[in-house]
Structure formats: C-alpha cells, structure tokens
C-alpha cells in the first residue's frame, strides 16, 4: 500500500498542511510528488498537489485519492522546495505558493451541484424548489443561485433531501487539430494512384499530392483549401486505409504568423566586453553569483543579455528573462526570437488562458530553452537553468501585491543558488537596495556608462510651469514645448509625450462648495472616465454616472479636473492640427494586440507624436525620435510613499532615454511646478551616483530601506473600533516579542483608511536584524485563526512592502 501526503486547494490557516491519502492499485506506480490529483475533502472534492509518495501513514481511515490529474508531475523537485521557502518568507499559504507556480489554466475551478437524494423526496421539498427538479435529479448552483434564497437550500440540505456535491471542473484545454497521414509507404501509394479509374477525379488528385509531396501528414482544412476538394473524398481513401485522420495536438502559438528577421551577434564593444567577462566566467566555472548591470539608457545592455543567453545555449543549459510587463513590446520579443528562433518562449498577460498554458507546456516539455516574460515566468519549470535575467530591475511590478507576496528578484536569487548559475540584474536606474548591495560587493558591479557608439545623452531642459502661469500661458503646453513640437512636425522628425499619471487622476469636484466625489465603499475619491461618462472606483470597482448637480450643494458648476491623455490629445490638436497622434492608455490599449499595433504604427513613421502613460516610458526604441516632452514631471512626489522620490528619478531618466537613441541626436524638455527638487535635477542630469548619495542620506534619516528592512501588517474589518482594536492588540504583542532595537510604528489607519467597506489600519515593524520575525508574525496569524475563518477579519502582511497604502 502506497500513500500521498496532499496539499489541499483550501486557503485557510487549518487546512494548510499536508494530509494524507490512499493510492489507490492502478496508481501505485503513478503518482508522484509534484502532480495534481483530485482528493475527496469533506464534503467535496478539492484539487491538491501530491508532495510526497510513501509507504506508511501515521494516520488511519484514510480516503483515496479520486483522480490523478497529470502524467508527469507539474512542479518539479526544485519547485516543490521553492513552494516551502515562498511559504516562509511570504507568509502564505503553500496552497497559494504552488498556484503561484503554475499557469492559471492549472488551477481548478469548482462547481456546485445540488442534486436530490431521492427520487421520492421531491413532494417533500419546499415549494418554491419543487419546479427545478421536475425533469432532473441535478441542479447547477448557478442556474438557482438569484432565485432561491439560500437558506432554502441549507434547510433542505439539513432535512437529507438535497445534497451538495463540489465538481472539480478542469480549465485545461488543449487545442485539438485534425491530421490527414499516409498511411502506406510511397510505392504501394503510387500502384493505388495507378488503380484509381479516371472518375475518381478527386481521390486521384488527393492520392497524387501525398506522391509528389515531402509531407506525410498535413491538417485537414489545409488539404481541403488546397485541393479544393470535399472531406467526404478525403474520407473515402481513409476508409481503405490508404489515408489515416487522427486527432493531434497543436499548440495555440500568439506570434505564429509573425516571421522574425534572423539576427547576428554584434561585436560587442569595450565596455560591453568589459561587463561580459565575468558573466561568461561565471558560466563557465557553473557559480551562482549575482549580478548588477547599471548602464545608461542606450548602452548596450540587451545584446550583453543575449550573448550571455548564447554562451549558457552552447552549455545546453536554459535561460530566464524577466522583462516588466509594460515594455514587453513586441520590439522587446522580436530581439530575442530573432536571435534564438523558436527556442524562445514568451509569457506574459497579453495571452489568453490557453496561449499561455501552451508556452507553459513547451518550456515543460523542454521544447523551448529561454523564456521571457513577466514577473510569474521566474517560475518556469526547467530543470537545467543556466542563467536568469531580470531587465530593469528596479520596476515595482516584479513584487506581486497579492499572497504569495513575492519579489521576483529574491526567487531569481534562490534558483540561481540551487542552480548555481549567475543572475543579472540590469538596469539604467537601479534600486537602492541593488546598488546598496552592490556597493558592499554582496553583488558584483557591471557598469555601463556610456550609449553605445559614444551617442551622447539627449539634452534636458527643465520648465517652471509656474512660470508659465504667471506669463500667462493657462494650458499644459509650455512655450518651449510648442516651439519643439512645432519643430519636430516641420522637419518630419517623431516625438514621444509622457503624461505621468501616478498619483494624478481625474476627480470631480465642485467649483462651488469644493465637493470632491468619493467612492461610497471606499475613502479615495472616483475617477472620472470619459469614454464611458461615468465615475469608478479603482480600489473596488463601483461605478456611478457623472452627476448633473454637486450632491452637496446643487451647484451645477461640478467638473472634472485633471488631465487625461485624451484631454491633452485635444489640447495639442487646438494648438497643432495638422499633427498625427496615437494615444496609448488603458483605454487605446485594452484590446488584445491594440498595444502591439499602435507601436508598429508609430515605427512606420504613421504618426508625428506618440502621446501615453507610464507604458510608454520603457523599452522602446524608435530612430525617428527627436524629442520627449514629460508633461507632469512631479505628480507623485507628494504620495505618501518613501519611494517617492526614487521612483520619479527613475521614471524621467528612463522616459528621457527614448530619445536620440541612433543617429538623429534627442531633446527632452521636462514641464514641472518642482523644478527645485532634487530627483528632477539629477535625472535631468543623469547624475545616478549623485541622486544615490542623497537619497540614501534620507533613508538612513528616516530608517528607511535600504539601511531598514520592512514589514507592513495591514488589518481590515467592517467594523472600525474592531479593526483598530485588534491592531492595537497586535502592536501591544509585537512590541513584547520584537527586540528593542526594532521600530514599531502604529497601530495608524492606513493611508486609504476604508477599501470596499472595510476599515484598514496598519502597523509598520523597522528592523536590522530580527530572528524571530516570521516566527512571532505567524503566532499572530495562529492567534486569530478563529476571528480571520469566522468574523470577516483580515490580516494582510507583507514582508517588503513596495508601497506603504
Ligand atoms: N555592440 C554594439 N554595436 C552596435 N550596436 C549596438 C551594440 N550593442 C547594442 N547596439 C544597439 O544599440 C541600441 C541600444 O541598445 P539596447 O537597446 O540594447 O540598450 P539598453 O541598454 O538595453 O537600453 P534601454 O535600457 O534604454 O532599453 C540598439 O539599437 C542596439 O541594437
Ligand atoms: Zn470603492
Ligand atoms: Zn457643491
């Protein structure tokens, strides 16, 4: 007898174990850890991840395992063990670590079925349901769940007449396609060909191209198109067993139709040379070690990434490349399926459900040796990694906000040490704790300081929009940028405008009483949507129309403010009609393919000037582009972020580096009502060593990372005196547990102190060294077990915050 140890699909602080289970005979040889099976648990049938395969359990009546999902398991040995250390160092639940793993056609789905014991007990149900079952002993919960009240049903339930079954449904899918294959050899296919009489015109013809073609089998449809002939031909010659159908599998490939011009490696230059050494070194020598490659924008970092890539093919080891997901570009895919064909697989949120279980399965299947995509793709399943690389490593979008609270940066860090493989971080603005670490030679420094070709850096012009005003000039346009523009679209040269939105939305307020309208679930006022004329909340998602009078004091002068990139579209045509913009924001792009489309539309020089949010400020590389204008430099400097500061040095550097990037020397000219700042003047002089120094500075004075790590415990209730009760309790305990040294800060409410009608507060744990943290903030997830499953309260924590909200 053979038993499982099985991690169940049920998040909760009690069920989070492994529990045991029968194999049953015909599976003995076949389960093994790492595989999806369906288990029963309680009244339902759940998913679960196979851990362990053993010959003995301590436990005794145990259950069989109902269904065996895969044939091989899906999370590797490596995976299974990253699950454990995700679990400790994030807090979660092992449950959500494996699912994080897994593409989320993996995760199962259930159903509720109800179903009626007896076919007598249907005179003894209550009225109302009695119609549902006239015809069926089965219901699905979905086709009831408006009609009858819930409480019906769990009385039924308690009197055994109806029952509640759980059905495990599975969202895999994989794309069948219909083959036509010969199914004799060429001569016996050419004596068949001469024993066909003139009639059979079209089975000749089919017969005919199988002869005189390399392929033994092709799809169907194709043949069909082809020959232009009728299934039932096709069919005939299947019948006398000269032709085979057969089902195959495809998969559903994104960039099918898209041929990718082949590329070559450039010889690198000194500086590239320079950085490539010790990476190839540490190849060589199979020694994990980390990585940090600061280069300008424009130096050069791409071709050092794919050269690297080269040397860890020619192992026959495999690579992982982490790019964020907003300068995923298809310039971005083109480079590295240029240069390694369909050895390159890509994922990212643009995929359907199905596309991406299938690039999935061809880095399982080893199909594929490199994988780029965004922050999930850190857990691709090869087995054999060489090198991990993650481009700009600064984004905040490689820490994932939702349990496992992850960074990708530190499971790069761990599978390159259980690989023994080096990891690269590359950036043009890196983090302060990279460079930090770089500094103390924990990483190893790469340095790229120059664009290659020696291109100089483009020139920055700072403009006072204060000034601006008081000369009078009221749009958002300053006179400089005007000028530029107007330049730009005379001599046919393409410019990029930046609309910085963080920070920055469009609210509506009353001119008269100063009425700003706020979410009803939620303290954050409602953003204004122009497309749809309504109102919405971004933190719940409550939506209302734009009113007509304030609610407050029926003035009718209720407007938006701020400024949306459609707003600014129509500002500059007042001022530039015969400009050609494309805009991109969320709402040109939410499309699938409309981001890919309108960058290609730009690079075909079919528009003057490319207008968009914080996507476009990464990655793209456009010889055309003469000149960037960043209309609102400053609008997230007043978040209460202690990033603040840092991630707008890094927005404007990396924004001013798309332009001049080849021949054609670039301009930036930066609108601000801070032009005092220091992270505007030093990225307007790409003085990185400089905004460091300061930065850190200010950190060190206000314990801030990189000198402090952090942990933010951020607890919600419906209820505000439970909610700042429990954290004041939480406060009281941490401050028992926690050495002196540790700063505990709280308990406060939360800079959006009600999301969705729970009211938030938070606590903020400062510490240099603390053993016992994971330990002692356990004890305080265990010790509210009860009230977090029973009385609606949540304890939310999050072990390296990127933001404090
Ligand atoms: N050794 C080389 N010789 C000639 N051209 C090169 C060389 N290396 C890179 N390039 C070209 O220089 C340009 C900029 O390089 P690349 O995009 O790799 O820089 P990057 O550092 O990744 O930039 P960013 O961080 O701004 O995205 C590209 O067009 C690239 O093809
Ligand atoms: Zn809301
Ligand atoms: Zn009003």
Redesign the pocket.
Known sequence: MKFASVIVDVAAMQTDREFDYKIPEQWQDAVKPGMRVIVPFGPRKVQGFVTKVKNDSAFERLKNISELLDLTPCLTPELLQLGDWLTEKTLCFKISAFQAMLPAAMKAKYEKIISLIGREKLSEIEILLQPFFEKRNELNWKDIENEIPISVIQKEAAKQNLEIIYEVKQKTKKKMLKYISVNVNKDELRDYYNSLTVQAKKQKEIVHFFLQSEQKSIPMQELLSVLNCSAASVKTLVKKDILIEEEREVYRDPYEDRSFQKTIP????EE?EKAIVPILEAVNDKKHEVFLMY?????????VYLQSIEKVLNEGKEAIVLVPEISLTPQMVNRFKGRFGSLVAVLHSGLSTGEKYDEWRKIERKEVKVVVGARSAIFAPFENLGMIII??EHESSYKQEENPRYHARDVAVYRGNYHQCPVIL?S?TPTLESFARASKNVYKLLT?AD???ARSMPAVEIVDMREELRTGNRTMFSTNLIEKLQDRLAKGEQSVLFLNRRGYSSFVMCRDCGYVIQCAHCDISLTYHRFSQSLKCHYCGHEEHMPTKCPECESEHIRFFGTGTQKVEEEILKVLPEARIIRMDVDTTSRKGAHEKLLTEFGEGRADILLGTQMIA??L?FPNVTLVGVLTADTMLNLPDFRASEKTFQLLTQVS?RAG??ELPGEVVIQTYTPEHYSVQLASQYDYNLFYEKEMLIRKQHSYPPFYYLSLVTISHPEVTKAASVTEQIVSFLRRELSTQTIILGPVASPIPRIKDRYRYQCMIKYKREKNLHAVLKKVIEHYAQQIAKDDLIIAMDLNPNTLM
């Open positions: 450039l010889q690198l230059n590239q280069g300008v924008t424009g130096s050069g970092k791409t071709e481009d700009e590359g043009a790229l664009r290659v070709n990464k990655g590389d580096g990037r080849h």
